[in-house]
């Protein structure tokens, strides 16, 4: 196992398979990676509205990488096991017209600082908020040629805005491309099930990222092992399916499906009780409604219902 | 305050605001209420898919009521604490053809019969299936004149199938009628969020109610004050804003904007704050996407991250 270090720039924006690697690692290795904030360190502390109005939105996800993982192909899985995370005590969220799930009521814009510091900030009194850092972003180069904005999620993982995917957490994505193509940013202190205003609490965050292979495990989409006992106020462990669409209703509906099929395939449910469980037991999430025309919905079942299972057989590397 | 016992029969599966109460009581009273299952007790132990085919469905989801509550006019809040549930150590779950989630995909009828004892059941092994039960249906007569079937929820409650309505928990609803005429039924000792197969562990469960009611306080529909510290696998202590509606994303957007509104209005938070609160930490789910043409959305906020409030200023009785 090696030990990386991965420099913020230069950071990029887009998706696109083309991209020249900027890191090869190995299955196995960890990689401390440096992530700037979404805006690509354009909004700094005490940075005014008028000044927000003015930052290049077309620098927006200021993405690192891309990681190539040698002997990644397509059809494979990717495992991203979040060890650790670290923002610097400042983050930002802002109003913008024309963004956000309630564009019609907010079209001042408006931008508002957090101090953080500890494992919860009372920046915005008179509440008092949970820290849970994670990155907004984690994604794998799509498998069509081109080059795509950030914005919209996919099965390719990218924009998830998932709130799970904190330090102890794991995620599994699909493999399209030779070298699978890791990159990530988008940190947040914490946000909310649905990101309603279109930010978290957006900051600067380095992580530490440890990448396995599975091979030849194809799976429809994100699977997140979620463990964050530490954090507070945390939903239980979970194992979570994440789900991306322009529908909702399609959406939630395949995350439903897609959890009967891993119930079913990896805990030997018959498919008609794996759907009970489901409705007995699983938890249903909007978990943004905000990166248009994407939405990501999450399906989640607590570990605790389950035996143990290692959701592949073991790490091939 | 007086304690009053209320027999499931005769139970009515309409809400119709000239149904005659079977019980009156005054604000601040207690009432021990007989419920039986969602089925009008037509499911038995042991019973065979078979005969499951047979019930009469008109006579779903049995509810016991109406509670006439002294003082209570349109315009007023009525708030009903849950003090205690008790299931009788057996439940179903069922899929029918044409109804759930996923219809399309799961077409055989099938019935299940859950074995209760403790605070989890095994019985839909290897899973291990936490308790938590609550009534799937509370609610008051609704506005307007007719006779209507119980299965959509709405602003005056009804079939929320909201998990949080657990014992501990207190559940705020706009009163339309005079004495409000509260019914309940539809016991649930465990559902998912999405009930999606169309059934929780469907169960007879007594419980004991409180009213209160809190006079010329008109709010758009139902709120929720949960308290399940003391269920296995609960989500925190939350604020929950209850919004149904046929389209998700629109009953999304209303809670949210219902979230905003009680956020500025009760702690004093401006409106834009208020927003980017629910932007970090708004938890937003798809409590029941099965009671068609209605969805439930939940839209919840820990109430650690609050200072302590009174939703109503005290208690007027």
Redesign the interface.
């Known amino acids: 196992m090696t030990e990386h270090i991965l420099a913020a720039n230069p950071t990029h924006s887009v998706w696109d398979r083309s991209l020249a690697p900027r890191l090869r690692i190995a299955p196995g290795d960890e990689v401390q990676i440096e992530c700037v904030d979404a805006s690509g360190a354009q909004v700094r502390p005490g940075m005014t509205v008028n000044e927000f109005l003015t930052i290049d939105r077309t620098r927006v996800h200021a993405l690192t990488g891309p990681i190539w993982i040698e002997g990644a192909e397509p059809g494979d899985v990717l495992e991203i096991d979040v060890l650790s995370t670290r923002h610097s005590g400042w983050g930002w969220?802002s109003?913008i017209e024309g963004l956000?799930?309630?564009k019609d009521?907010?079209r001042?814009p408006?931008l508002?600082h957090w101090n953080l510091d500890g494992e919860s900030t009372s920046s915005?009194a008179?509440?008092?908020?949970?820290l849970r850092p994670f990155l907004g972003v984690m994604g794998v180069a799509r498998a069509e040629d081109g080059s795509f904005r950030t914005r919209p999620p996919g099965p390719f993982g990218g924009n998830l805005d998932v709130r799970e995917l904190c330090a102890g957490s794991c995620l599994y994505l699909p493999v399209y491309n030779p070298g699978a193509l890791f990159s990530c940013g988008d940190g947040h202190a914490?946000?909310?099930?649905?990101?309603?205003?279109?930010?978290?609490?957006e900051c600067p965050l380095d992580v530490t990222l440890r990448f396995h292979l599975h091979k030849r495990q194809p799976i429809a989409g994100p699977i997140i092992e979620s463990s964050l006992s530490a954090a507070p106020?945390s939903?239980?462990d979970s194992w979570v399916i994440v789900e991306t669409g322009s529908d909702?209703?399609a959406a939630?509906?395949a995350a439903?499906?897609r959890m009967?099929d891993l119930l079913a395939g990896r805990?030997?449910?018959s498919?008609?009780?794996a759907?009970?469980?489901?409705?007995?037991?699983?938890?249903?999430?909007?978990s943004q409604?905000v990166n248009e025309p994407i939405h990501t919905i999450s399906a989640a079942i607590?570990k605790?219902?389950?035996?143990d299972r290692q959701l592949f057989p073991a790490h091939a590397h």
Request: charged content about 15%; overall charge negative; hydrophobic content about 50%.
């Open positions: 969220s109003v956000g799930f309630l009521r907010f001042d408006y508002f915005l008179p509440a008092v908020v949970p914490a946000q909310g099930d649905g990101e309603v205003c279109i930010n978290g609490i106020d939903p239980p909702l209703t939630a509906r439903t499906g009967i805990w030997g449910f498919e008609v009780h759907y009970i469980l489901c409705s007995v037991a699983m938890r249903l999430r909007l409604v607590a605790q219902i389950l035996p």
